[in-house]
């Protein structure tokens, strides 16, 4: 079952421009991860934020947890058109199953 | 990062018969692997947790004698979609974590296109 929400469901921006994606979850996780897809593609890891974390950078990426709100936030800044993608966040619940609980995703266009 | 491969990147197939997809970690050794679908436009799906020598833990609603999974190497799990029929028509994807890294990273495959005509 899908556990995450990710709003917005679909985002258009302008190069150069930031981009923010919300994800919310319903249960206790392990840690959260964000992964990039490419239309027809398979998913690329971008960046995992544990659940002891609050903010985490990568290069253009910026990611924050607020575990009592149950909720993350992936910032990309600066956006290029090669940006364009759908973005997905990933909770693996507490546990130590490993599995991992998709959100419905943002499909993210940045225009040139 | 690590590398996960899957085989073959498509297929199609006629109704009733049935398809094997291979999913390889090619540097590094999984007991655990797992299967997720995704239909068009939607999320990725967990199907089952692939465990090596040991058999695979089905999600609910997932019928397990139509999605024989195989574990039988510590760098490979199959997926045979047995019978299959066009609603099974989906992108699978296969996925593992490294357990050389201290990170919990789940590494993808590139997916499997699955049309059933």
Redesign the interface.
């Known amino acids: 079952s899908q556990q995450g929400e990710e709003d917005p469901q679909a985002l258009s921006i302008q190069e150069g421009e930031n981009a923010t994606m919300n994800c919310s979850y319903k249960t206790s996780i392990n840690n959260l991860q964000w992964y990039r897809q490419n239309s027809g593609r398979g998913l690329v890891h971008l960046i995992l934020i544990r659940s002891n974390e609050r903010e985490k950078h990568s290069g253009r990426l910026r990611v924050t947890l607020d575990t009592s709100k149950k909720s993350s936030s992936l910032l990309i800044t600066a956006s290029r058109a090669a940006d364009t993608a759908s973005y997905f966040c990933a909770t693996e619940t507490q546990g130590g199953s490993e599995k991992l609980v998709f959100g419905k995703g943002t499909k993210l266009t940045v225009n040139p | ?1 690590a590398v996960v491969s ?1 085989h073959p990147s498509w297929v199609i197939c006629k109704s009733g018969t049935s398809v094997k997809i291979e999913c390889r970690s090619l540097d590094f050794q999984a007991t ?1 692997m ?1 299967w ?1 679908r995704q239909f068009p436009k ?5 199907m089952a ?1 692939s465990n090596e020598g040991s058999k695979a833990t089905y ?2 609603g997932v019928e397990k004698d139509k999605f024989l999974i195989n574990h039988a190497s510590l760098t490979l799990s199959t997926l045979t979609v047995t019978s299959a029929h066009p609603e099974d028509s989906s ?1 699978y ?1 296969c ?1 593992a ?1 490294d357990p050389r890294q201290s ?9 499997t ?1 699955l049309t059933v005509l």
């Open positions: 990062g899957q655990t797992f997720y939607q999320s990725l799906m967990l947790t999600e609910q992108f994807i996925s974590r990170t919990d990273t789940q590494y993808f495959g590139p997916g296109r």
